[in-house]
């Protein structure tokens, strides 16, 4: 009997799905995709031309919808995939980093600030890159001098990086293009990101590579999610996607290789707009210098459904809060307006926590967005030709707002429906393929995805 039964417990071994263990992790590839603005309510079009993604989600595990993180912007929610925790700990808030410049002056938001400076917590490649592994990324955000990345080719690519002067020798991109890179468009800039990614996996072969593009963003924005154009955006990232794993293939690592396909937020479209900042000048509040702001008492800097409330002098802070909530709350197309107290709710920090934080957050009703011209006569409008109608940024809440997400390939388990997720799973996820742990998270690893429980 018992001879009988070891031999069935050697034939269901034999019968086992590969898992991430099976491989060495110096010899592994996960490559985390992000296709920036890609909600969940469009990847279940069935009309979706994204055939290639469909196929990969057919042959791995895929969540039904996955929530996003507060504000429901790009570099937030990408700081989140990567570090398993929310902004009230990551300390992300902004496409940047948003600084009190004084008593009476607007705020200044910094993108290009070091990544040491804006990220609180570790990330998974800074816990790959102390494994000993080789991490890589193209456009990813923030990782300005980031120090863990071995191989990079960023959202402001220079001739003087070693990514670029390799790709400059091989033809792949030349002078012209790498100086007026960012003033190309953007299907223009996901084009030589592709490249960049293929040539990074060909001839580098990185344990983990972060992969954005961008141009389904760009295009949500100005055409609206779910409109032809949207879907032309999302087909040409199908391309993108496809060359990439072209590119995996070829450098003979598709049977060592995990590929997890996901994004930073969903979108919504407005008709009517909210210019808090038009409010706050006819009060009295603010004053402009033509277009811009000039000084304040108070001032809003936008993110399409929502927007943050500064009020810059704190000595003014307890006479304006209740002046701000009346006059803003008024407003057409104001939902609710948030204070301090209420930050904790929503996965975001105080200003006593973080000073890039807000004096009060109000959020748009469906069919709203804010915008932060601070100049005309009316402080709500119909949609203009200069405002685009897609937008993001309201609550994570909203079910409009939810990301999808797909994995594929090794240690993945095929066919695996995962239901509703976190965007703070999946950084713990990606170290589990790579036989990693993240520590101090707020995710979990997603082992329903994976074809036999990794590292956690």
Known sequence: MLHRAFLLLVLLASLAPACAATVPAKDRLVVLVTIDGFPAWIWNDPALPMPFLQKLAHEGAVAKTMTIANPAITWPNHTTLVTGVTPARHGVLFNGMMVRQGPNEPLKLEPWKDKAELIRVPTVYDVAFKAGLKTAHVDWIPTTNAGTFHFEFGERPNAANPIEREMLAAGLINETELKEFNQRNPPWRDIFWTRAGVHIVKQHKPNLLLFHLLNTDAINHRSGPGTWASMSAFAFADTCLRELFDAV????????????????????????????????????????????????????????????????????LATLTPKLKDLLGKLEGVERIYEPAEYASLGLPTPAQNDQMADLFIVAKDGYAFT??????????DLTPEVYPGHHGYLASDAKLNGMFVAWGHGVKRGAQLGDIRNVDVAPTVAALLGLKMENVEGRVLTEALAQPSAR
């Open 372 to 381: 932060h011209q601070p100049t005309g006569d009316e402080a709500v409008t």
């Open 249 to 316: 293939r070829a450098a003979g690592l598709a049977d060592k290789a995990t590929f997890v396909i996901t994004t930073d937020h969903g979108f919504k479209s407005a008709k009517r707009i909210i210019r808090p900042n038009v409010a706050l000048r006819q009060a009295g509040l603010l004053r402009v210098q033509g277009p811009t702001v000039a000084t304040c008492d108070a001032v809003a800097n936008t993110l399409g459904g929502s927007a943050m409330i500064y009020v810059p002098d704190k000595a003014k």
